[in-house]
C-alpha cells in the first residue's frame, strides 16, 4: 500500500470547495454566484421564506378570522386492551398509565378507548370514556370513574347542572 493509492471515504472533513480558480474548475469568474443581483455580491444572506423579490407567501395569504387552535383541549389517549399490565382490582389513572409508559404524552386530561378486550377487574379513572370502552370495563367487573377538567369525580345527578 502506497500513501497516494489510498482514497478518502468521507472523513470528518470534507474537501472543501475552491471558487474563483479559473473557468476550467467550473467554479470560476462569477464563483457559482450568478450574474448582478443580490445574492452576487458579498455578504448577502438570504433569510427565510425569501421568494427573489416576489411577495411572499406569508405576505399574500390573508390573516383575519378567529382560529380555535389555541383553544383546543389535548387528551392523553390509550385503549383498554393496554391495561393487562395492571392487576386485578388496582386504580387505573393517568399517572398509573404514565408510571407503567404505556403512554409518553403527558396532557392533564385522560380518554380511553374501547379498541381490545379487557380481561381484570379494575377501577378506571378518566376524564372521558367511549361507550364501548365503559361497556368493557363494567363487563370485566370493573368500576368507571368519571372525572372533570380539574380531576375531581363527577357525581352522579351532579352532572346535569340541575343542582338538585
Known sequence: MDLKT???KGGLF????????????????TSGRGHKGWGQRSGAPRRAGYEGGQMPIYRRVPKRGFTNASFSTEYTVINVDSFDVFADGDTVDLGAVITKGLVSMNTPLF??????????KLVVRAQKFTASARRKIEAAGGKVVELDKRGREIVAGAADGSGA
Request: hydrophobic share 25%; proline share 3%.
Open 6 to 8: 489510498i482514497n478518502s
Open 14 to 29: 470534507p474537501t472543501r470547495r475552491r471558487v474563483g480558480r479559473g473557468v476550467g474548475s467550473g467554479l470560476g469568474k
Open 111 to 120: 380518554k380511553v378507548l374501547g379498541n381490545g378486550e379487557l380481561t381484570k
